[in-house]
């Protein structure tokens, strides 16, 4: 009956998740669980802990592809009148 409810909520919870909130989270969330789970039967501790870390960088590795694809298009002209690429 628990295996029942617990796959019941697991599935509920994956349903209600969009796609952007999850980026990061459920690869930090499978990992941290089976580590939890391993670590002394802290599954879900170690689950939520891990989607946290994982979303975190998710937001880090995005900021950075942000920051480089910017810093990449900017041109900049020299004193000697060529153009420079970044």
Known sequence: MKIVVGCAAIIIALASVT?????????????GGTA???????????AAAGCVIGRHEANKRNNLRTNDTQGRNSISTTGSGAREFR
């Open 19 to 31: 796609s952007a909130d999850a980026k990061g989270c459920l690869k930090g969330a499978a990992v």
């Open 36 to 46: 939890g789970h391993f670590a002394g039967h802290h599954g879900f501790l170690g």
